[in-house]
């Protein structure tokens, strides 16, 4: 069953992990000093805080469960011809995905993705050291590089 997902941008890291696990009833999957996430069954969400973005929903996916459910979405995706950018192997927001990006007539960003592990850094290509630590300019990440015409951030 896939995930819906939620990134927000934040200013206040802590004040959000403590509201957010208030209103969740746990703690966050996972921590890093400038982001936070929680994987949850109920709801079913994969819901992100950061500081690397504007304050503000950055932008919203699926997260697939499988190869296959992520080749379904991407089709689906497509179809909108509202033009696509896919992404192979990728560390992004400490984690290795496969992505497909989309924006809606109202230019949120909007992903499809399958996850296939954590990452110990926040971005950049598969493999590569993230040139973006917490303190750099999220704009030069890799991982938020992206196609000015699809996406401008990633995360």
């Known amino acids: 069953?896939?995930?819906?997902?939620?990134?927000?941008?934040v200013?206040?890291?802590?004040?959000?992990?403590?509201?957010y696990s208030g209103l969740f009833g746990a703690p966050p999957t996972l921590r890093k000093p400038d982001y936070a996430r929680w994987v949850l069954e109920d709801p079913r969400v994969n819901f992100a805080v950061s500081l690397r973005s504007a304050p503000g929903v950055?932008?919203?996916g699926i997260q697939a469960d499988s190869e296959e459910a992520l080749a379904r979405l991407r089709e689906r995706v497509a179809a909108l011809e509202a033009g696509v950018l896919d992404e192979t192997g990728v560390t992004?927001?400490?984690?290795?995905?496969?992505k497909t990006w989309a924006r809606d007539p109202g230019?949120?960003?909007?992903?499809t993705f399958l996850t296939?592990?954590?990452a110990e850094t926040y971005g950049g290509p598969?493999?590569?050291p993230d040139p973006a630590a917490p303190t750099a300019d999220p704009e030069a990440s890799?991982?938020?590089?992206g196609s000015g015409d699809i996406r401008q951030r990633c995360c």
């Open 92 to 98: 992004c927001c400490y984690a290795r995905s496969d």
């Open 116 to 118: 296939h592990g954590d």
């Open 126 to 128: 598969a493999g590569q």
């Open 1 to 9: 069953m896939n995930r819906l997902h939620v990134n927000l941008g």
């Open 58 to 60: 950055d932008h919203l």
């Open 142 to 145: 890799p991982c938020c590089a």
């Open 107 to 111: 230019g949120l960003a909007w992903e």
């Open 11 to 19: 200013t206040d890291l802590d004040a959000s992990i403590h509201f």
